[in-house]
């Protein structure tokens, strides 16, 4: 257990729609990470916000977004969305800023029909 | 974009036999680690080897960096049927952006 939680586990939504995916990093942790995973494009890193703050950004379009709260946990946005848009989604954590192992939620699959 | 590119994309082997992955990169970097990934989970971090280190090793897991080549290897020696799964590279520039750059994975299949 790696202790980074991602709700929901499974999203199933519909082109156009809006959703949000939920992650809690590893207790202690100030840094959280988002990825996308596809067969087509791999494992492609989203953005990182270290307590509370953007630290870095990614492959993100712009109809995503994400937040970091006060508790550390972050919200990962996606919106209009397109069927290109099916994948896993992974938050990661680590206890500072940069270079660090991190660890990583089992993620959200996002399925659109 | 990816970083790494992992070499093979996918391997078989026998239980007990020694597995050997391949990663290049194209910049420079802080350090370069190695993740696991079963089927359908996250990935789990195996291993770190910064840029002035040159080989590190881990249990049954050995890790190569040749920063002059930009490559490295993960080595699995005594494989067993449970170390199937996907394995990552990815580099790290180090600073205030944490994030890692991953290749695209070799897929391990060990034979029981």
């Known amino acids: 257990d790696s202790g980074v939680t991602q709700t929901p586990k499974h999203l199933i939504t519909a082109t156009g729609q809006r959703v949000t995916l939920r992650c809690s990093p590893r207790s202690g942790d100030l840094s959280v990470y988002w990825y996308q995973q596809s067969l087509d494009q791999g494992l492609q890193f989203l953005i990182q916000y270290y307590n509370g703050e953007e630290r870095a950004k990614g492959n993100i379009l712009e109809r995503f977004s994400a937040q970091q709260f006060p508790d550390l946990h972050s919200e990962l946005n996606l919106s209009s969305l397109e069927l290109g848009d099916s994948a896993l989604y992974f938050c990661?954590?680590?206890?500072?800023?940069?270079?660090?192992?991190?660890?990583f939620g089992d993620g959200t699959r996002l399925s659109i029909l | 974009s990816q970083q790494g590119e992992e070499d093979p994309q996918a391997l078989s082997i026998q239980e007990g036999e020694n597995a050997t992955m391949n990663c290049s990169y194209k910049t420079s970097i802080n350090n370069l680690q190695w993740y696991r990934q079963n089927s359908g989970r996250g990935l789990v971090h195996l291993i770190l080897i910064r840029s002035n280190e040159r080989e590190k090793h881990s249990g049954r897991l050995r890790v190569t960096l040749d920063t002059s080549k930009k490559s490295s290897s993960l080595l699995i020696t005594a494989s067993r049927a449970a170390d199937t799964a996907s394995y990552f590279c990815?580099?790290?520039?180090?600073?205030?952006?944490?994030?890692?750059?991953f290749g695209k994975g070799t897929k391990l299949s060990v034979k029981p």
């Open positions: 990661a954590s680590s206890p500072g800023q940069g270079g660090q192992p991190q660890h």
């Open positions: 990815a580099t790290a520039r180090g600073g205030s952006q944490g994030n890692l750059i």
